[in-house]
């Protein structure tokens, strides 16, 4: 079953560490395990447009479509056999430490 990790930010983590980031080591052993389809991290919030269409007319807006404190940073797809093992997988990242991740099974369209 396909999960989609969200990598976010979180004010209230440990402060972030670049010599505890092992990121590099954690997507090679994925990558190696077949576990890890893609992911990749994401521009700040800054970057985003929003998008909306409204009684037939276009809303294409500057910025994120909520104002928080924390952001999503990045995202992974993982293909688990169930969700014990993605939650074992989110926890070795290390976004789990400085961020926080959500983890979130695909839902695929029956067509």
Avoid at 63 to 75: L, R
């Amino acid at each position: 079953m396909e999960y989609l990790l969200f990598i976010a930010t979180d004010s209230e983590a440990e402060t972030y560490d670049p010599a505890q980031d092992n990121i590099e080591e954690w997507v090679t052993e994925l990558e190696a395990s077949g576990a890890r389809k893609h992911g990749d991290r994401l521009r700040p919030p800054a970057d985003a447009t929003t998008v909306r269409v409204r009684n037939g007319e276009l809303l294409v807006t500057d910025g994120p479509f909520a104002e928080t404190k924390e952001w999503i940073a990045g995202y992974d797809v993982l293909e688990c056999a169930d969700l014990d093992e993605a939650i074992a997988i989110a926890a070795k990242h290390p976004m789990a430490r400085f961020g926080r991740i959500e983890v979130r099974p695909v839902w695929p369209f029956e067509g």
